[in-house]
Structure formats: structure tokens, C-alpha cells
């Protein structure tokens, strides 16, 4: 069984992943390793990447890294849930550079849809503090969501009215909140 994972945990796995990739990529955190990484949770179970370039190297180094930390790397993206957000890469916010290798939190207007798709309690928790945090805007979440609607017939686990109307629900209530 794999132990949890906690951010000293993660900033391990940016060193080893500096150190063993042998060029130049990008790696994108989403989920829980963002929430740790922010403070917004103090734990996870694993941590979900997508590689965007794939650096050369990458995958032995991952191997070497569940070895060695005992922890759980899964490839997962809210693109690989959903239709990719225009304009993801310059939504993700930069984290740093380890070696040749750099590091973002993924779009947070693609995982808070990713996990309005979801409709978990904690996914909806997960929303409510990106949001408080303004990791990003509602004018963003729901313009987004409007551009990947008629691509979500590609997504057959997707309901896109109960997606559409998670949206306008969450929008509704953070408005309503401000007042």
C-alpha cells in the first residue's frame, strides 16, 4: 500500500524529476497536488500529472520516484475527462523549474469543470476553494465551459445538461455569495 502524500512529498518529486529527466518538458499537476501545493488540503492519495512536452526520461524517472517515496503517480488531466479548454496552457500557473523540467498547476478553470463533471462532495469542495483562493473567475468558468459544450457528445460518461446546469449552479451560488 502506498503512503499518502504531503507537499515535502511533491517537492521531492520535482527535484528527483530535475535530476533524472534527460530533456527538456512539462509537467502539469492537477488535483490534490495542486491543493496540497496551494494549502487548500493537507493530504492526497496520489498525484496526477499530465506531461506537456513529455520530457525524455520521464517515465523511468516516475518508476524511481513510487520506488523511492512509496507514493502513487497516475497520467490524468481533466483533459482526459473533458474536451481541452482553449487556452489551458496559459491559464496554468507556473510552479518552477527544476533541471530541465518545469512545473504548473494545470488550468484551474479546466479541473474545477473536471470536478463539477464529477459532482463529488470533496470535488465541490475542491471548487469552492479554488474559487475562494481566485485561482479562477466565473466569467472564465462559464465562458469555458460554453466553448467545450457541443464537444461534449465525445465524452459519453458526460451528461452535458447536468454538467451545464452543475455550472450555472455554482455560478449562481459564489454570486449570491459575494452579496
Same mark, same amino acid.
Given at each position: 500500500?502506498?503512503?499518502?502524500?504531503?507537499?515535502?512529498?511533491?517537492?521531492?518529486?520535482?527535484?528527483?524529476?530535475?535530476?533524472?529527466?534527460?530533456?527538456?518538458?512539462? *509537467?502539469?499537476?492537477?488535483?490534490?497536488?495542486?491543493?496540497?501545493?496551494?494549502?487548500?488540503?493537507?493530504?492526497? *492519495?496520489?498525484?496526477?500529472?499530465?506531461?506537456?512536452?513529455?520530457?525524455?526520461?520521464?517515465?523511468?524517472?516516475?518508476?524511481?520516484?513510487?520506488?523511492?517515496?512509496?507514493?502513487?503517480?497516475?497520467?490524468?488531466?481533466?483533459?482526459?475527462?473533458?474536451?481541452?479548454?482553449?487556452?489551458?496552457?496559459?491559464?496554468?500557473?507556473?510552479?518552477?523549474?527544476?533541471?530541465?523540467?518545469?512545473?504548473?498547476?494545470?488550468?484551474?478553470?479546466?479541473?474545477?469543470?473536471?470536478?463539477?463533471?464529477?459532482?463529488?462532495?470533496?470535488?465541490?469542495?475542491?471548487?469552492?476553494?479554488?474559487?475562494?483562493?481566485?485561482?479562477?473567475?466565473?466569467?472564465?468558468?462559464?465562458?469555458?465551459?460554453?466553448?467545450?459544450?457541443?464537444?461534449?457528445?465525445?465524452?459519453?460518461?458526460?451528461?452535458?445538461?447536468?454538467?451545464?446546469?452543475?455550472?450555472?449552479?455554482?455560478?449562481?451560488?459564489?454570486?449570491?455569495?459575494?452579496?
Amino acid at each position: 500500500m502506498r503512503s499518502t502524500v504531503d507537499p515535502e512529498k511533491i517537492k521531492q518529486l520535482m527535484n528527483i524529476l530535475g535530476k533524472e529527466a534527460r530533456g527538456s518538458g512539462s *509537467v502539469y499537476f492537477t488535483g490534490g497536488a495542486s491543493a496540497l501545493l496551494i494549502g487548500w488540503r493537507s493530504s492526497t *492519495v496520489d498525484i496526477d500529472i499530465r506531461l506537456d512536452p513529455e520530457p525524455s526520461g520521464v517515465f523511468q524517472a516516475i518508476s524511481k520516484i513510487k520506488r523511492e517515496l512509496n507514493i502513487n503517480i497516475e497520467l490524468a488531466s481533466p483533459q482526459d475527462f473533458l474536451p481541452p479548454l482553449p487556452g489551458w496552457r496559459d491559464r496554468s500557473v507556473f510552479i518552477g523549474k527544476q533541471g530541465q523540467v518545469s512545473f504548473y498547476h494545470y488550468d484551474f478553470t479546466a479541473q474545477a469543470l473536471s470536478k463539477l463533471s464529477r459532482g463529488y462532495e470533496r470535488d465541490i469542495s475542491d471548487v469552492q476553494a479554488m474559487y475562494a483562493q481566485q485561482l479562477f473567475s466565473l466569467e472564465d468558468l462559464d465562458n469555458c465551459f460554453k466553448a467545450i459544450e457541443s464537444d461534449l457528445i465525445r465524452f459519453p460518461s458526460i451528461d452535458s445538461d447536468v454538467l451545464k446546469n452543475r455550472v450555472e449552479t455554482f455560478i449562481e451560488q459564489m454570486r449570491g455569495n459575494r452579496q
